[in-house]
């Protein structure tokens, strides 16, 4: 009798390890399928980033080069302006600028 009981606590003990393995083996596949659910919401939203910061660049590539003409311009006459007020101050010391040289040139020092 004491070894039928035996048989039976190990053929409850073999029945409860498979039972925890299905269990197991169950918990396995329902982390995998969350797991590769989470992985395609994850790449769909990727994804239209991906699409708003594309079209966001496209947007702003485009306000930038259509406005290019009128940077340049704006460029070309600020230049033109410097370049005026170099040439205006540049007239306006040049006597004073060669009066200074010449006195340094012509001066000697012991």
Do not use: Y
């Amino acid at each position: 009798m004491a070894s039928s009981s035996g048989q039976n606590g190990i053929q409850l003990l073999l029945a409860a390890e498979q039972e925890a393995q299905h269990i197991v083996n169950a918990a396995r596949a329902a982390k995998q399928a969350r797991l590769k659910q989470a992985k395609e919401e994850a790449e769909k939203e990727i994804a239209e980033f991906r699409a708003q910061m594309e079209a966001e660049f496209q947007r702003k590539v485009a306000e930038s080069s259509g406005d290019s003409g009128a940077n340049v311009k704006r460029l070309e006459q600020e230049t033109d302006a410097k370049i005026q007020h170099l040439k205006a101050e540049a007239s306006r010391i040049s006597q004073d600028v060669v009066q200074m040289l010449l006195r340094h040139v012509t001066t000697v020092k012991n």
